[in-house]
């Protein structure tokens, strides 16, 4: 049986916005099939981490990789044939992001074949199949025409979710997920991304959300201060933490959700 290949990796990136430097020298490898919970309190570098795979965030120094593509920007800059390379990278990365980021003025289904049609020059016919099998997946299958206006914030976050599928990526990163959403809404969105995680789809997922990070991950990531201070399985992490700071950070959210 053949090891799994790499979806993505991440090295000695380090990301500063001014004098604030966010992230430290972050060094990760996701594996196909991976499921890679990132945790840590607001302003450890999460999210910065995740917008920097893409280069929606340009790092200051260091390397992602994207299957075959790889990228070394420096001075959070990029070439110009570097930009070709990030258009391609992104091309096999699905990305969720916390506020749905739906175009307003296209429906659902317009929404979702977006990237197919534009960006991957799939026949139309094609696209609307596959946007409609999707749409079935996250339970939405009779809202394909409904404008994102017209939908919950859940139902608006599981139309995002099918039109990060929609791309075919190598992987999916999700930024927060269920933030913006009321409390009611949030199992809706963690149902759609369980059945993901059990389909064997390569995620990393930026999360407040502890049981769930427990539940769905092959891998959690403790960040602080813009450096990666615990890895490990989530029997490890949430059951037997080595480091002092990954503790307290669980117990102080474990004990405000009694």
Same mark, same amino acid.
């Given at each position: 049986?053949?090891?799994?290949?790499?979806?993505?990796?991440?090295?000695?990136?380090?990301?500063?916005?001014? &004098?604030? %430097?966010?992230? /430290?020298?972050?060094?990760?490898?996701?594996?196909?099939?991976?499921?890679?919970?990132?945790?840590? #309190?607001?302003?450890? $570098?999460? &999210? @910065?981490?995740?917008?920097?795979?893409?280069?929606?965030?340009? !790092?200051?120094? $260091? @390397?992602?990789?994207?299957? %075959?593509?790889?990228?070394?920007?420096?001075?959070?800059?990029? &070439?110009?044939?570097?930009?070709?390379?990030?258009?391609?990278? /992104?091309?096999?990365?699905?990305?969720?992001?916390?506020?749905?980021?739906?175009?307003?003025?296209? @429906?659902?289904?317009?929404?979702?074949?977006?990237?197919?049609?534009?960006?991957?020059? /799939? !026949?139309?016919?094609?696209?609307?199949?596959?946007?409609?099998?999707?749409?079935?997946?996250?339970?939405?299958?009779?809202?394909?025409?409904?404008?994102?206006?017209?939908? &919950? $914030?859940?139902?608006?976050?599981?139309?995002?979710? #099918? =039109?990060?599928? #929609?791309? /075919? !990526?190598?992987?999916?990163?999700?930024?927060?997920?269920?933030?913006?959403?009321?409390?009611?809404?949030?199992?809706?969105?963690?149902?759609?991304?369980?059945?993901?995680?059990? %389909?064997? =789809?390569?995620?990393?997922?930026?999360?407040?959300?502890?049981?769930?990070?427990?539940?769905?991950?092959? =891998?959690?990531?403790?960040?602080?201060?813009?450096?990666?201070?615990?890895? $490990?399985? !989530?029997?490890?992490?949430?059951?037997?933490?080595?480091?002092? =700071?990954?503790? #307290?950070?669980?117990?102080?959210?474990?004990?405000?959700?009694?």
């Amino acid at each position: 049986m053949s090891l799994p290949s790499t979806a993505l990796s991440i090295a000695g990136l380090r990301k500063s916005f001014g &004098s604030n %430097e966010v992230l /430290r020298g972050i060094d990760l490898v996701a594996k196909d099939g991976d499921v890679i919970s990132l945790i840590g #309190a607001s302003g450890s $570098g999460k &999210s @910065t981490l995740l917008r920097c795979i893409p280069m929606l965030e340009i !790092p200051d120094v $260091g @390397t992602v990789s994207v299957g %075959e593509d790889s990228l070394s920007p420096t001075g959070g800059r990029l &070439s110009r044939a570097q930009l070709a390379v990030a258009r391609q990278m /992104r091309g096999h990365l699905g990305f969720v992001f916390q506020n749905f980021n739906l175009w307003p003025h296209r @429906t659902v289904l317009q929404n979702v074949i977006e990237a197919p049609l534009f960006v991957q020059s /799939r !026949p139309r016919a094609e696209a609307v199949e596959e946007a409609t099998a999707l749409l079935e997946k996250v339970g939405l299958a009779e809202k394909r025409d409904a404008w994102p206006a017209h939908l &919950s $914030g859940g139902q608006q976050q599981r139309v995002a979710i #099918a =039109r990060a599928l #929609a791309q /075919r !990526p190598r992987a999916i990163l999700f930024d927060e997920p269920t933030s913006a959403l009321d409390p009611e809404l949030v199992g809706e969105v963690l149902k759609v991304i369980r059945a993901l995680a059990a %389909e064997g =789809r390569t995620m990393l997922i930026v999360t407040h959300e502890m049981g769930f990070a427990r539940e769905v991950s092959s =891998r959690v990531v403790f960040l602080h201060q813009g450096l990666i201070e615990e890895a $490990g399985t !989530p029997g490890q992490v949430f059951g037997n933490p080595a480091s002092e =700071r990954c503790r #307290a950070f669980l117990s102080g959210h474990f004990d405000r959700n009694r």
